[in-house]
């Protein structure tokens, strides 16, 4: 008759080296890298991008008046440059800092960050904005985190007033490069 082991109550050796990872344990550990930046929603969102590049037929834009205001807000933001990143703050201490969030470059020098880790409603308010715009194929995604106005996009964001969105636009947050 065999006799079973004792168990080994010494917790400090690791059961297996990092060394002998299994494919599967690489996986694990690149994915719970992607989820740290946000690859999850930065896939979906390259993929409604794409989706609306193949299907969306070009005879029948979007109308301006149809567009949440925080989506007009980063549309007007982004009119002159087009250049917008998505961005968390994996380092910040607080959860609602630490989200994602729309990064529209206004010129070369000067960015404004639609975040509000006081009120993360705002925050996610401005990434569903950004989700409509790429499902409507006014947004095209470029690589990683890199997105822009389409030519349909840019045409649009030149036809809203302002004003109409200033509102809005004060809920973001402008710095410079040197911030």
């Known amino acids: 008759m065999d006799r079973e082991k004792p168990m080994d109550d010494d917790y400090s050796k690791p059961i297996r080296s990092v060394s002998k990872l299994?494919?599967?344990?690489?996986?694990l550990s690149g994915s719970w890298e992607a989820l740290g930046a946000?690859?999850?929603?930065?896939?979906?969102?390259?993929?409604l991008c794409s989706q609306a590049m193949v299907?969306?037929?070009a005879a029948n834009p979007p109308a301006a008046e149809q567009l949440a205001?925080?989506?007009?807000?980063?549309?007007?933001?982004?009119r002159d440059r087009g250049v917008i990143e998505l961005k968390g703050v994996n380092t910040a201490f607080d959860p609602a800092a630490r989200l994602l969030a729309v990064y529209v470059e206004l010129d070369g020098t000067q960015t404004i960050a639609f975040r509000d880790p006081e009120n993360p409603e705002v925050t996610v308010s401005f990434l569903?904005?950004?989700?409509?715009?790429?499902r409507l194929g006014l947004v095209m995604h470029h690589i990683h985190r890199d997105f822009s106005l389409t030519l349909l996009g840019f045409q649009i964001a030149r036809t809203i007033d302002r004003q109409e969105v200033q509102p809005w636009l004060d809920k973001g947050t402008e710095f410079g490069l040197h911030d």
């Open 22 to 27: 299994q494919p599967v344990d690489n996986y």
């Open 55 to 57: 299907e969306l037929p």
């Open 128 to 134: 569903e904005g950004f989700r409509h715009l790429c």
């Open 69 to 78: 205001p925080e989506a007009k807000a980063i549309l007007v933001a982004a």
């Open 38 to 47: 946000g690859a999850p929603v930065l896939v979906a969102l390259a993929q």
